[in-house]
């Protein structure tokens, strides 16, 4: 009895619960939450450039770099002087910056037998008449010549990674799609190339040309595409094997429509990491070449060039030397990182 007593309270306190208070117990809302996508969806070169961020080194260099190649580009309208006018009263001047004569590198003050003596007084400078990077044998403004200086080696750096694209692409591409005689033969082009070295081929242009750009650019046309057709090549020859390519040439795609729609964005990443590890080495190439006095011609400057001037009176004029040397420097090493960078962000399996 009072079981039964118990059973009908408990139906009597079920009935007074409303109808509409009761719903199926289902997970379908649990289920959408949990399958929900919380972050964008992210394509190859976001998902790279969110990679890219992550390494505080590339980022930085990517800055250092965009303000070099802004202060080069704008140099005609920042550079303080003519960067070829001559003033022989004002030669040799150390350098000098209004507020910081206070240090020893920016006083206008170089040593003589053990005396520090004011160069602008003494060569009769004008008050508020500033070298701030002082200036050469000449008379001429160092800061001018180092800012047009920069300006022609990244151009022949951005000359060497136009070739990389233009020529050493397509012919990596063509090569490794055709296969057999065809890429027999244009490897052995390539290996015929790459045994004459870059120095003879400048020197050879010498005999044609006259020393300067143009025949710095076409010892890089000549040559420096090699290297990015080789790697090209040995990826298109992995990538031509793969089950989508083999879809698209069954369905009757083209070469060229294969080319362009498959295979170039899949070689996207080596491309620009190659492309980018190529200006450095142009740079340094022909750094190389002014040095040696095979570069461009005076009275026009290169970086190269401005350091072959400077090294000569080194122990007496470091200034001389230490600036343009300082700017390459800034320059390889940017670049270098910055590559490095990308191709940790472009490929992440090579941190694997």
């Given at each position: 009895?009072?079981?039964g007593?118990?059973m ?8 007074s ?10 997970q379908?809302?649990h289920?959408?939450?949990r399958e929900?996508?919380?972050g964008?969806?992210l394509?190859f070169?976001q998902?790279?450039w969110r990679?890219l961020k ?5 980022i930085v ?14 140099a005609?309208?920042?550079?303080p ?5 001559q003033?022989?009263?004002f030669?040799n001047?150390p ?5 910081l ?6 006083d206008?003050?170089?040593?003589v037998?053990?005396t520090a ?12 008449v500033y070298y701030?990077?002082?200036?050469d044998?000449?008379?001429r ?5 180092v800012?047009?200086g920069?300006?022609?080696?990244l151009?022949?750096g951005?000359?060497?990674?136009l070739?990389?694209?233009?020529i ?7 090569s490794?799609?055709n296969?057999g005689?065809?890429?027999n033969?244009?490897?052995?082009f390539l ?5 004459v070295?870059n ?6 242009m010498?005999l ?11 010892a ?7 290297s ?10 992995k990538i031509?094997n ?9 369905l009757?795609e ?6 362009f ?10 491309i620009?990491i190659?492309?980018v ?24 400057a290169?970086?190269g060039?401005l350091i072959?001037d400077g090294y ?6 470091p200034h001389?030397?230490w600036?343009p040397a ?6 390889m090493?940017?670049f270098n990182?910055?590559?490095?960078g ?7 399996k090579?941190?694997d």
């Open positions: 009895m009072k079981e007593n118990k009908a309270e408990n139906n009597q306190s079920y009935k619960i409303a109808a509409d208070k009761f719903r199926p117990a289902t379908h809302d289920v959408a939450e929900q996508i919380a964008e969806s394509n070169l998902d790279s990679r992550k390494n505080k080194v590339a260099s990517l800055v250092v770099l965009i303000i070099i190649v802004i202060l080069a580009i704008l005609p309208v920042i550079a002087a003519d960067p070829n006018a003033n022989v009263a030669a001047l350098p000098k910056i209004p507020g004569e206070n240090f020893a590198w920016f206008g003050k170089s040593e037998a053990g003596i004011d160069q602008y007084a003494t060569n009769n400078v004008p008050e508020g701030y990077l002082g200036t044998a000449l008379g403004d160092l800061l001018s010549r800012l047009y920069t300006r022609v080696s151009f022949i951005m000359m060497a990674a070739f990389n694209l233009v050493g692409v397509p012919y990596g591409i063509i490794g799609w296969g005689r065809i890429d033969i244009m490897m052995r290996e015929i190339l790459s045994g070295p120095l003879v081929i400048v020197i050879l010498l044609v040309l006259q020393p300067g750009i143009m025949s710095i650019i076409i890089l046309a000549i040559t420096e595409w090699i990015m057709a080789r790697v090209i090549r040995a990826q298109t020859m031509k793969q089950e989508y390519i083999l879809a698209a040439r069954s009757g083209s070469a060229w429509k294969i080319s729609r498959h295979i170039l964005p899949n070689l996207s990443g080596i620009i190659q492309t590890f190529s200006i450095p080495s142009a740079i340094f190439f022909e750094a190389f070449l002014s040095f040696i006095g095979l570069g461009i011609p005076a009275p026009n290169s970086l060039t072959n000569k009176t080194f122990r007496f004029l001389l030397m600036y300082g700017v390459i420097c800034i320059v090493i940017a990182m910055l590559a490095n990308l191709r940790d962000a472009l490929d992440p090579t941190n």
